[in-house]
């Protein structure tokens, strides 16, 4: 009973709206708007085939691949400036305009310096999402608790193992919060580079499907970006949840009390 | 030991200005050196200078401000409806439940999916840019929402309750101001990612404003132009975020700590 | 020589006029003094674990200079345990964080087995009064018990034995597998001890580990450091701002002076050994040495305003 109430609860709004979305189509033929058979057979046909070694997995082979290198960059270099307090002083003012810049306006500008290939579109993302790892992780390691630090000073934990057992941990929380950021920032990085310089991926696959009016198709590439998008922050969570299974365990209590 | 003298006689300040001291060094030694080709990375000087003479055109700053007005009519827009739904949703537990698996599917589509159905919708106009901004701001905004509603303390709730406030009342002097701090967080993420938004789809579709100028200095070959107006969006985000920062210390001035982002 | 001075004085008088000869012993900072003092100490080296000579600290700061700690010294016997009180904003915090190695005094110095501490020594053990903060929240119990011991590089085995022990001696033997915030305060501060205490240190430094839990656990607590005291037989000092918890605890009650700090009386506790909540507390001895201490400090109090 209580489980057909928890499943009435998660897909009652989602049916609701795609129930909305078919009376819309039969009351009224909107050009943009296409019917959900008509959607669902075209996103099989589209997708399921060439197009999906063609052009999806190269898209997120390079997403991938951009976000492993920004987070590693990002965690690597934060630690090292945020445990040092003049770098850290001197570095600070830097990093913070690099991550004001639209990390989007980076595609032109790499167009030039790079020219137009795979290495390009992975830069781009790794410039643009290694800030918000780079950031959080110096205000993390900045911010560990003065006691704990004592602490493990006065146990004569200190190089590698202060790293292991201290910092890292202690700096968790912020990190995953910058990752997080990272994940949206390098997807969104992934269709720009591909919609402005590229003649495969998924960018530059959905930008055809608009400009030759292929509605239902462009339609079905929007819907591929978000699954990706959804796929993605799932995962993510995931890994939180056993990452920072004291975190949440230590807020709830905090919270309750 | 070292490193604590160190700070202590210069100063963080003076640190941070031998910092971007250093930077601008660098980016000007850079390509005189042959590392980088100065035709693709000209020499920090010359584009200071090319950013000197952007400040005296009227163009410039047409751009600039139609940036600036995407941005905030895109937050405005965004604000305004996720905090109304967000306090709808979030103080009856059965919305709650009802919209929360929409809530997760949507929020991590990444806005950019939306520019071809905005050029479609739209073409190149203001109204293209402000579809994005929306749709990006909105999510971050509501979150945060959400979270600050769910913090309502019970015990104030109910004693709220207990002296026959109604509804509305609860909402306006229980639920807001317990969801404030929450409500400025979220304006903060959500102004920056709406300036990336904003930016993105000038530069992308061709709307008017910063972005579009990158993209035209890019393919005219002004390359000393499109830095400026690089170096121009950063400037941009700096003030942004020292903006919402004061904001957010004068909103919360009251409150006994200034909390964290929520990790969502 | 100190202790005895204090505990004539007491047993005299009660302490509320004492002798002004007491004040050049207690603040000797006269090199005469200071020389009589080394000849004499030289016969209880061997005695002695821990040695605050001369200590002062002084922040520094862009408003100008703050003297926390003035001029301080004494000794702690092998197997000693001695509480340090003071009024609040005695230095008691800083005193501790110089003689633990974390933080390096302005002048004077302090030997721990007749070796000068510079930085945080391994057979030392400080129990802070953040419990909450002191402990990693991203480990277990027996993870953060046996933390130290690993960084020491203790094989497996040893590290489990040791813990197992702890936390059996502060009574907690089945939270191994819980983490710390799952545990009430009182708890938490019982895990900090067990990890001091697995850590089998020479001396154990404790910061108003009780301030923050409630008056029961509290006094479970102090039963429970002396217990551990008499078992391992290591040497304590015990920083709290508590007088009645002084007296209870110590065998050795150390006062301090208001800020800038120097050692006010040394006082020795001669209650008996077996100490009971409920009868030590009762016995007319306790409170006259609580009423002795409590002038003391607040004699203290009145005193900072006069010496600058």
Known sequence: MRLVKNLGYALGLPVLLILLWWGYTLVSSNFY???????????????????????????????????????????????????????????????????????????????????????????????GSVWPVLLNTIE?????????????????????????????????????????????????????????????????????????????????????????????????????????????????????? | MATTRAGRSWGPAALGALGILGFLATWEVLPLTGLVDPRYLPPASEVLAELGAQFLSAGFWLAVWQTVRAWFLGLLIAAVAAIVLGLVIGTSAVLRRATHTTIEFLRPIPSVALIPLAVLLFGVQLESTLLLVVYASFWQILIQVLYGVADVDTVAQNTARSFGLGRFARVRYVTWPTALPYVITGLRLGAAVALILAVTAQLVIGSPGLGREIALAQSGGAVSAMYAFVLTTGLLGVLINMAMRVLERRALAWHSSVRGEVAV | MQAETGSSAVGGHGGADRPATDRPATDRSAAGAEGAAKDRDKDRDKDVLLSVRGLQKIYSSEHGDVEAVRNLTFDLRRGELACLVGPSGSGK????????????????????????????????????????????????????????????????????????????????????????????????????????????????????????????????????????????????????????????????????????????????????????????????????????????????????????
């Not at chain 1, 006691?147 to 292991?164: L, P």
């Not at chain 3, 009386?265 to 409170?287: A, K, V, Y």
Request: proline share 6%; aromatic share 8%.
């Open chain 1, 140 to 257: 993390g390691v900045r911010s560990v608790d003065p006691v704990m630090t004592e602490t493990a000073r006065s146990y004569g934990i200190d190089g590698w193992s202060r790293f292991v057992h201290l910092v890292i941990p202690a700096a968790g929380p912020q990190m995953m919060a910058g990752i997080r950021q990272a994940l949206s920032i390098g997807l969104i990085l992934m269709v720009i580079s591909e919609m402005f310089a590229s003649s495969s991926g998924l960018g530059f696959t959905i930008v055809q499907f608009q400009r030759s009016f292929a509605i239902p198709e462009m339609w079905s590439g929007i819907a591929v970006l978000g699954l990706i998008g959804v796929v993605l922050s799932f995962v993510f969570q995931r890994v939180e949840r056993k990452v920072l299974a004291w975190y949440r365990g230590l807020k709830e209590v905090e919270n309750a009390g």
């Open chain 3, 93 to 308: 915090t800083t005193l501790l964080k110089c003689i633990s190695g974390l933080m390096a005094p302005t002048s004077g110095e302090v030997l721990l087995g007749g070796r000068r501490v510079t930085g945080p020594p391994k057979d030392m053990a400080v129990v802070f009064q953040e419990y909450g903060r002191s402990l990693f929240p991203w480990m277990t119990v027996r993870e953060n018990v046996e933390l130290p011991l690993k960084n020491a590089k203790l094989p497996r085995n040893e590290r489990k034995r040791l813990a197992d022990e702890a936390l059996a001696a502060v009574d907690l033997p089945h939270a191994d597998k819980k983490y710390p915030w799952q545990l009430s305060g009182g708890m938490q501060q019982r895990v900090a001890i067990a990890r001091a205490v697995a850590y089998q240190p020479k001396i154990l430094l404790m910061d108003e580990p009780f301030a923050a839990v409630d008056a029961q656990t509290r006094a479970d607590l102090e039963d429970l450091i002396r217990d551990v005291w008499h078992r391992m037989g290591v040497t304590v000092l015990f920083v709290t701002h508590d007088i009645d918890e002084s007296v209870y605890l110590g065998e050795r009650v150390i006062i301090l002076s208001s800020s800038p700090t120097v050692v006010q009386e040394d006082l020795r506790i001669d209650l008996p050994d077996e100490r009971d909540q409920l009868t030590t507390r009762g016995l007319p001895r306790f409170t006259e040495l609580r009423g002795h201490v409590y002038e003391e400090i607040q004699r203290a109090k009145r005193e900072a305003g006069t010496r600058v």
């Open chain 1, 33 to 127: 708007v296409p019917e959900p058979g008509e959607f669902v057979t075209t996103f099989a046909d589209v997708w399921f085939g060439e197009r999906f070694f063609d052009d999806v997995l190269p898209s997120i082979g390079r997403l991938l691949a951009g976000l492993v290198l920004s987070i590693l960059l990002g965690v690597v270099a934060g630690l090292v400036i945020g445990s040092v307090r003049w770098l850290r002083s001197l570095l600070e003012p830097v990093l913070e305009f690099f991550r004001a810049i639209p990390p989007p306006v980076l595609v032109p500008v790499l167009m030039l310096l790079i020219g137009v290939n795979d290495q390009m579109k992975v830069v781009v993302i790794v410039l």
